[in-house]
DNA sequence: TCGTAAGCGAGACGGTACGTCTGGTCTTGCG
DNA sequence: CGCAAGACCAGACGTACCGTCTCGCTTACGA
């Protein structure tokens, strides 16, 4: 376990495992995956990442932020490949969002996270810059390509544009989670199409004002 | 709709107190408010009751089940006040959809209901009909008024116009939503009108496909 | 022996069934078999009785005065039968006494009653007419049968008589219960001869002072 | 020895509290006084010993165990000082016997452990070693001393000896248990006397067989 | 013959204790 | 000084019984 010959510590003693902080997040996203958050706990999470409680406390301050890091890194894997248009990026950002939220780690623990973050002010700011932040990065990508190809005015209005995409955000978004998690059916296709085609006609009219 | 559902009314034995119903649902909300979802327990919930334990447990089987009993007759109080236009109506419902996510019963307790739901094929069912079909109800409604004033085509095809519905519904709701709970920022005036247009534009383009 | 005494026989109403009585004295002393004294329950013995909760609680004041009554019966077993000499009859009387005790529906419930007896003293009472009187009874009538044998002396001093059968009564009970339950070993034949040995010598000497 | 036996003492991790050990165990005790064997409860010893049930229900499996153990200890108390002869050891330890039935936190919770015993062959096992074979010894040693003062003859047959000493002591230990809880009469100095007679009569003829 | 008072089975009621589990902290000894 | 192990306190969990209390019925006596 202890890597040899690395470079000196700055610090005295033994310094943190390095190989403890991955197994305890991928120990901490099986766990999820098999008794869902409610059931998940910091003893389980120890145990599969073959770990004391003690180590897990000293790195995180309880099961809350543990699991906004553990689920955190998924939503990296969300990119927005240049399909040609808009429209087909919306449409396939849309799709891979709901495909995340189909797995089962993220499905049972982002809804819970965020309903721990309405007392926890904290937590709210880990799950915005840890989560929120990594999505709403696509919606300003995906403008900025937009207006690059002329399918959208550049907006010389900094303020009016940055809450412009907001809302967008919290539609695209919004919708797929609420579709998903709330009304418990499925994202496919034809509905990403439709959606796709409601947003688009919205986003015009929205710019226009 | 919110009672257990008893089709044999078991007509012997004491009466379950109807009294104790209301009062631990109405503890229920107080607590809630006070403590949170996740600090929320089922002594103290019976304790405000001036209600044993196992009088909880009679009526529900756990936290989760009782708390969408008693967070979901808030939603009764949504309502869709005919405001003259279809603008002024979505307008109206969504201040007002966000007013009840404002409050700290249901803000800390609607998430955390619908997390646990995500492994809870009962929970869902019991979700969907003391709460989401609540509010799919105001979406219906809506379009039938708008379509009465002329402001909507009447839709011939009845499976198209429910999945639009659907879709329109999850819009809605999903972008409130995740406004509110998510991006943690306030729903007012601007952001309604603005969301409103947006909708309105998009919704002429999905009905015209 | 089962009622409680009632001075007033409260003419009216309808009158307490007498099958309910015993077959729950019956059903007690099942439970008592299967279960054994602390897993015994009021509720269990009425479910066996097929008789609701109430009924028990309308004639007996918990379980510790139910059990007395359902095991109080079985001391009426015991019996003296004239085997021609004390020596016989002391014997007779202890093999009789060791196989009552081996009954699991004694066995499990004197010492509890005794022991829940040290803090309740109308239990005390209740425990000592119903089964220590019962026994006490037949080393009376065994001395007064010796003495009409002419085996031991009649004695004159009433009280000192009477103390004397107390203390026969403690040494001959006392050590069968505690062979049998807190030694936890057999009350054989041969264990009877020697301990009838060493009572009659014991009776002789202690008849001399 | 009170201990539960760790034949591995697990070397690794916190060590148990011995201080929590005997604070238990006195807290047992007082509670014994207080509420009696029917009363007490495990949250309750937890509180007065100012620790967690856990801790408890960690080196014990349950109340019965606990106060087999809470108990025995004061079984340790009993001795046989050389009071110069036969007679006026066995009265001395009949009187000493019966002031420890007399405390309270004997009185009540000796015949509940051993009518839970019957039910339960570990407890049995518990209270031999604990409590009986404490007892036992005395009757040996004041054999023994007998033996040597002369009054009473040494036994050849080693297996005769024993089973004669397991009479003695379940007629001694009986008597003075039957009197003082079932009987529930004083064991005083007049008792003792005519009580020491009649076994030390009985001996002789026993021994003589 | 009919009212009425007590008995009846059923089961809900407010409670208490159970034994278990988890959260988060605090010792140990080893490396 | 980090770490695994595991004991520690605190307190919620859901269950089981307790003894009491409605319910809506019998059932027997006496007016």
Redesign the interface.
């Known amino acids: 376990m202890l890597s040899n010959g690395h470079p000196k510590p700055a610090r005295t003693g033994r310094p943190r495992s390095t190989a403890a902080d991955e197994a305890i997040l991928e120990a901490c996203r099986a766990s999820l995956v098999d008794l869902?958050?409610?059931k998940l706990t910091m003893g389980d999470v120890a145990t599969r990442a073959g770990v004391a409680k003690t180590t897990l406390y000293r790195r995180w301050a309880g099961k809350n932020e543990l699991v906004v890091d553990a689920v955190a890194v998924l939503f990296d894997e969300l990119e927005l490949p240049d399909l040609g248009s808009l429209s087909a990026d919306v449409q396939g950002v849309v799709l891979q969002f709901a495909a995340l939220l189909d797995r089962?780690e993220t499905?049972?623990?982002?809804?819970?996270v965020?309903?721990?973050?309405?007392?926890d002010d904290a937590l709210?700011t880990r799950?915005?810059d840890s989560i929120?932040d990594r999505q709403k990065r696509l919606v300003l990508l995906g403008r900025q390509r937009a207006q690059q190809r002329g399918e959208l005015p550049v907006e010389p209005d900094e303020a009016s544009a940055a809450?412009?995409a907001?809302?967008i955000?919290?539609?695209i978004?919004?919708?797929?989670?609420?579709?998903t998690?709330?009304?418990?059916?499925p994202v496919d296709e034809d509905?990403a199409r439709?959606?796709t085609?409601?947003?688009?006609?919205?986003?015009?009219?929205?710019a226009a004002?």
Chains 1, 2, 3, 4 share one sequence.
């Open positions: 869902g958050w409610s089962p499905r049972t623990s982002l809804m819970a965020v309903a721990e973050s309405t007392r709210r799950i915005r929120v809450s412009t907001d809302l955000f919290d539609v978004a919004g919708a797929v989670v609420h579709r998690l709330v009304s418990a059916e509905w439709r959606f085609v409601l947003l688009l006609a919205g986003l015009g009219a929205a004002t």
